[in-house]
């Protein structure tokens, strides 16, 4: 059974950091692509960053690039996102979701009505 599971979301001041976990079970094949997106209040979905199972194949938002990684631990079905340097702009609810690529050597994909599956969401609020 596919599921995902988020953790690790929670209040942080301005210019501090928090690693998102994505539990990723059912999973498994090298094509199969974890993403991060995020919804603000009022706002639209966005794509924040994705990363295929097997090899480095990773994709970042433009507003994202530089302060936020995507990292894999295969062994543990386990997506990370490690966000630094964060900005009240970053609040939101992130999910993370995930579909099937039809090849390993494709860039992965922020658009979300490419997904398939979804978590439930985890809160970020940054603020002072």
């Known amino acids: 059974q596919s599921q995902l599971v988020e953790s690790g979301g929670g209040l942080v001041q301005p210019g501090g950091s928090l690693r998102l976990s994505c539990a990723a079970s059912g999973f498994t094949s090298d094509t199969d692509v974890i993403g991060w997106f995020r919804q603000a209040p009022g706002k639209g979905r966005e794509g924040v960053s994705c990363?295929?199972?097997?090899?480095?194949?990773?994709n970042y938002a433009d507003s994202v690039k530089g302060r936020f990684t995507i990292s894999r631990d295969n062994a543990k079905n386990t997506v990370y996102l490690q966000m630094n340097s964060l900005k009240p702009d970053d609040t939101a609810v992130y999910y993370c979701?995930?579909?099937?690529?039809?090849?390993?050597?494709?860039?992965?994909?922020?658009?979300?009505?490419?997904?398939?599956?979804w978590g439930q969401g985890t809160q970020v609020t940054v603020s002072s």
């Open positions: 979701a995930a579909y099937r690529s039809r090849s390993l050597l494709t860039p992965c994909l922020l658009r979300g009505d490419s997904y398939t599956y």
């Open positions: 990363i295929k199972r097997l090899g480095r194949v990773t």
